[in-house]
């Protein structure tokens, strides 16, 4: 079992830099192509530049506080709640309760990143 394991680890040694270079120069690649294809129509590169989306940090604050209040609320629950009747080795867990819990509190911290950028561009348009 232990060549295996060997073997595994040379493999992923090896397959992990050379997946870790096909993407950045895949992501280059990409990168100087559209601007070939922007300069053959006549396009100046340095003009257009990626429209900034003004509530992704508010998003993705909401998401990971989200996903971390479940990750929390998951363990406090399956140490306190499901105690597995008074046993004392928490090795098994209860995986479910943690995807469960991290999803739903991630997905509401989603719903109210909507809901406030939704207000805000109500009020814009108010204006």
Avoid: T
Avoid at 85 to 113: K, M
């Amino acid at each position: 079992m232990e060549d295996h394991a060997k073997e595994l680890a040379v493999l992923v040694g090896i397959l992990v830099p050379i997946a870790l270079f096909a993407m950045v120069f895949g992501i280059v690649y990409l990168a100087k192509r559209e601007r070939m294809a922007m300069i053959e129509r006549g396009m100046d590169p340095r003009r257009y530049k990626p429209q900034s989306a003004p509530f992704v940090n508010l998003k993705w604050g909401l998401l990971l506080m989200g996903a971390g209040l479940g990750l929390f609320l998951a363990y406090v629950l399956d140490r306190s709640v499901f105690n597995h009747f008074g046993a004392h080795d928490f090795e098994d867990g209860n995986p479910a309760i943690y995807f469960a819990l991290i999803a739903i509190f991630g997905g509401g911290g989603l719903v109210l990143s909507y809901r406030i950028e939704k207000k805000e561009s109500d009020k814009e348009k108010v204006e």
